[in-house]
DNA sequence: CGGATATTTGATCAGACTCAACAGCTGTGG
DNA sequence: CCACAGCTGTTGAGTCTGATCAAATATCCG
């Protein structure tokens, strides 16, 4: 899944459009992508906009979310690298995405797109596996929001994540083998676990107390059973 | 959006797969699309099987639902007639899916659909699309149960359902024009909200007492006053 | 009619929210 | 070096929404 760092300046980028890359199409890929860098906080997708542009992510994490008119926040996901953004039915986005940390990405306009799409026929595949990956991990958190515990569902954000340090080495810290990096702050992953910010810190109390998990450093947890928090995440551990 | 009804048995069916299907081509979809009917309450999808069919819905609704291993259900949401369902990351299905009144459906195997894909070429592009829609779907109903109460979740529910029914006017019957036609119980509904059977039956008390919406026979509601409906969907009447 | 299933209603309970106060860390400026 | 502000996270007390449990009623269908 990496490639090779020669296509492009970055091998997520590169992977993340069309897979194995020919040298003789650099140069078109190069006009129709753009690259842009996004400081912690700014939001450079917002909801109902007309959505004119599609993002990958090439470094950093964004943070989707979607509001109420009230300004109640639900958070629908984190964007890492290789993730495709800017998929809209209606022409506007159906949500807002800021970023957690420092961002880089790339962006590709609507009408180039569907030139890429045309031109590179494992583009295409590929960009149907990504929803379909995407379609999987909203299906998982609709369980997690309608039928998980407070508990369960702080397991369940930890839990994942650290797969997801598994599966990208790139996440995790040389110096701390088992911790995961929580590149957002309680606010965030509450708004994410349909959660407050308290509820959250009074369930990561839970679970250190449990010796399931302990505090390492800012923004970074680690994680010592990861059964006992796999078992918690699917409701097999009675409260 | 409608196919004529020479494309294969259905309408839906030709659209769904490949819009605008040529006559030659008739012969060589009828090989590779099974048609299949399910009853009632029959489950012909389940989770963490092999994912090794489609289907495309024809007629009929189905409810497409995760479990947790202690039996707390959430409906993830219901498919009808053009929705195509079967798509998996892991080789495995992530829910599983059951017929909420009488469904017809056709049936692709996994090695077969690869062909179609790439035969026709507008029918990944249809698929991309679909599969679009169904992501931006699930990240409204994630702000849905991480966010609302009871009373707007169920307004949410009977708002897009009445919308859905605008959209495709098979689903209403002439003789109750603004009614919708609920082919699941209150069961299923709880399950798809987040909420219980009961809190599902007491919010419905409550948009019928303040004259929103109204009975209108089995299984089936009259919207009364849509806008208030959708301004307690949105948040935006205080309880 | 009768039995099964679904819905409605009532009373009580509990998990998570709200509001409020406090602690810890970080950076800033005197 | 310390004082301070500002922000994030922690902890506590009280409240409320929706769940649970139980019972009554309604609806469907043979």
């Known amino acids: 899944m990496i490639a090779s760092e020669k296509c492009l300046r970055c091998p997520v980028r590169s992977t993340a459009i069309c897979g194995g890359i020919k040298q003789k199409d650099i140069a078109r890929l190069s006009k129709v992508v753009h690259d842009m860098k996004v400081a912690p906080g700014d939001c450079f997708l917002e909801q109902d906009e007309p959505a004119d542009n599609y993002f990958i992510i090439t470094s950093g994490t964004v943070t989707l979310f979607k509001l109420l008119p009230d300004g109640r926040r639900q958070v629908t996901g984190f964007a890492d690298p290789g993730h495709f953004l800017g998929f809209a039915n209606g022409g506007t986005y159906g949500f807002s995405a800021e970023a957690a940390d420092c961002v880089s990405l790339c962006r590709i306009s609507r009408r180039d797109i569907n030139v890429l799409l045309a031109d590179f026929r494992d583009m295409e595949r590929r960009v149907l596996d990504l929803l379909s990956d995407e379609l999987t991990r909203a299906q998982e958190q609709l369980l997690l929001l309608g039928r998980k515990t407070a508990l369960e569902r702080l397991a369940s954000f930890l839990s994942t994540r650290t797969e997801q340090a598994d599966a990208w080495p790139g996440y995790r810290t040389e110096s701390a083998r088992d911790g995961i990096v929580l590149p957002m702050n309680n ?19 839970v679970l250190r107390d449990a010796r399931i998990i302990s505090r390492g450093g800012r923004n970074r947890v680690l994680v010592r059973d990861r059964d006992a928090l796999d078992r918690i995440a699917l409701g097999e551990t009675p409260v």
Chains 1, 2 share one sequence.
């Open 187 to 205: 606010d965030t992953i509450a708004d994410y676990l349909g959660l407050t910010n308290e509820t959250v810190s009074r369930m990561m109390g």
